[in-house]
């Protein structure tokens, strides 16, 4: 265990698997007090200064519930969001909002809802947004919504980093490229030949192989911690060389 995060505490959402549970992993492996968020129940096989809680992104009420219950945090990691598949023609207007409020709207109500109890505090903090390499810098075919909601993380990113910069806040999104998690594992079998589909996948990537979960942790450790200081605003891509 080491001691970048010690004393910290953080809240992360979609903690349940994939990156996020990860991220959370990795806080806690740093000495944070890890508050690991989900709309489902966690599993119990966590370190013991992570504390697992239900909770739904899409529900403003929750979220203040939880924020007026721990005050003033230090990590606000917003991992949450739905792939929607398919271009404008195949995008629903239920799709659309249903994209945008979790991918977007949501981490609008995380940082609205922690942000004054951070300022208040007078000890900063940092908040980190998941947005896309594939998707947030780069057009990808069948990405409408997705894309769309993603890159609206990047300008969400940079305002919250400009109004607050003077006050000891940093926001900062990381922008991954295709990486092994349940999620990818589930779009994938829903191609019909998973085995083609994963080699499709795979041939996007110029290293020729997914990231991996904790590559991205490490990520948003450093951004978490003091020793990203002086980063903030940043667009952070860490995709093997995918918007090469």
């Known amino acids: 265990m080491g001691n970048r995060l010690a004393g910290k505490i953080a809240v992360v959402t979609a903690a349940a698997q994939g990156i996020g549970r990860a991220?959370?992993?990795?806080?806690?492996?740093?000495?944070?007090?890890v508050?690991?968020?989900?709309?489902?129940?966690?599993?119990k096989d966590n370190p013991e200064?992570?504390?697992?809680?239900?909770?739904?992104?899409?529900?403003?009420?929750?979220?203040?519930?939880?924020?007026d219950d721990l005050g003033a945090i230090d990590i606000l990691f917003n991992g949450a969001g739905f792939v929607h598949h398919g271009t404008i023609l195949d995008c629903a207007e239920s799709d659309w909002d249903f994209t945008h409020d979790l991918n977007l709207k949501s981490m609008y109500r995380t940082i609205r809802a922690f942000l004054p109890a951070m300022l208040k505090s007078g000890r900063g903090g940092s908040i980190i947004n998941m947005a896309s390499a594939v998707s947030s810098l780069k057009a990808a075919p069948n990405r409408f919504a997705y894309a769309t909601s993603k890159a609206g993380i990047i300008g969400l990113t940079k305002a919250v980093a400009v109004d607050f910069i003077t006050q000891g806040i940093r926001c900062n999104a990381i922008c991954p490229g295709t990486v092994e998690t349940p999620s990818l594992d589930e779009r994938i079998a829903a191609r019909g030949d998973a085995t083609q589909a994963r080699k499709d996948f795979i041939a996007r990537q110029p290293m020729g192989r997914f990231g991996t979960v904790e590559e991205i942790a490490a990520l948003a450790v450093y951004l978490a911690s003091d020793e990203s200081k002086f980063t903030t605003g940043g667009t952070h891509v860490v995709d093997g060389g995918m918007t090469l």
């Open 35 to 43: 508050i690991a968020t989900d709309i489902r129940v966690i599993k």
């Open 49 to 67: 200064q992570i504390e697992t809680r239900v909770l739904d992104v899409t529900k403003s009420l929750n979220i203040k519930e939880l924020s």
């Open 23 to 33: 991220t959370a992993l990795a806080f806690a492996a740093e000495g944070a007090r």
